[in-house]
Every structure is written in structure tokens, then in C-alpha cells.
């Protein structure tokens, strides 16, 4: 059975810093572009950041360029998004996302183009 399980989410004061890890299992996600989305109460889910399945290219949203980055360990079957500068805006329910494998090098940001989602990790900031 294909996972994908999110851990790391946490109780932070603003100004601080999270790692998140997505850790894949039941096949290897080696050659998947993989991605960050995030939902707030009452939100829609949002894309965070993309990767590229070799990891050489990414994406974010504007709100989090500069302060996030994401990054993958292939040989983990992993994938990271390190969070600093938190603010209360980035309070949300934070989910990892794997797109089929189809050789594509690049990265997506449309919910639609992945079809592999962890149950998601609560991450809160507090002023």
C-alpha cells in the first residue's frame, strides 16, 4: 500500500523555526515531483513549494520565498520543508503530495496533478 505520512508539525511562537518530513513507503518516489499545500480553517488547500523528482528544481509561493525551503532525499524516500521565520498567517494543516511519474523534470503547483496525499501535520504559530 502507497503512504505518505507527515511529521514535525508543532506549537510555535512566531519568529521560529519547523522542519516538516513527508516519508514515502510502498514504492519509491524517486522519480515523482513532489510538493507542499497547506489548508487553514475555512481555506482552501494552497500550494507551499515543489520539487522536481532529481531535486534541481523548485518552486514556492510568494508568501513563503525567502523563509521556506523545500528539499528531498531520494535514497530516504523523503521530503523536507524547512520553516523559519514562522508567522501566525503560516498556521495550517500542512500535507505532502507526490504527481505520477511521467519523466517530467519540473514541478507543478495546481492540486490537480498530484494524486498521492499524507494525512496531513498541524503546524501553529502563536504571536
Known amino acids: 500500500q502507497v503512504q505518505l505520512v507527515e511529521s514535525g508539525g508543532a506549537l510555535v511562537q512566531a519568529g521560529g523555526s519547523l522542519r516538516l518530513s513527508c516519508a514515502a513507503s510502498g514504492r519509491s518516489f524517486s522519480s515523482n515531483p513532489m510538493a507542499w499545500f497547506r489548508q487553514a480553517p475555512g481555506k482552501e488547500r494552497d500550494f507551499v513549494a515543489a520539487i522536481s523528482w532529481a531535486g534541481i528544481s523548485s518552486s514556492y509561493a510568494d508568501s513563503v520565498k525567502g523563509r521556506f525551503a523545500i528539499s528531498r532525499d531520494n535514497a530516504k524516500n523523503t521530503v523536507y520543508l524547512q520553516m523559519n521565520s514562522l508567522n501566525p498567517e503560516d498556521t495550517a494543516v500542512y500535507y505532502c503530495?507526490?504527481?505520477?511519474?511521467?519523466?517530467?523534470?519540473?514541478?507543478?503547483?495546481?492540486?490537480?496533478?498530484?494524486?498521492?496525499w499524507g494525512q496531513g501535520t498541524q503546524v501553529t504559530v502563536s504571536s
Open positions: 503530495a507526490a504527481a505520477p511519474n511521467t519523466g517530467y523534470i519540473g514541478t507543478y503547483n495546481l492540486k490537480n496533478k498530484y494524486t498521492y
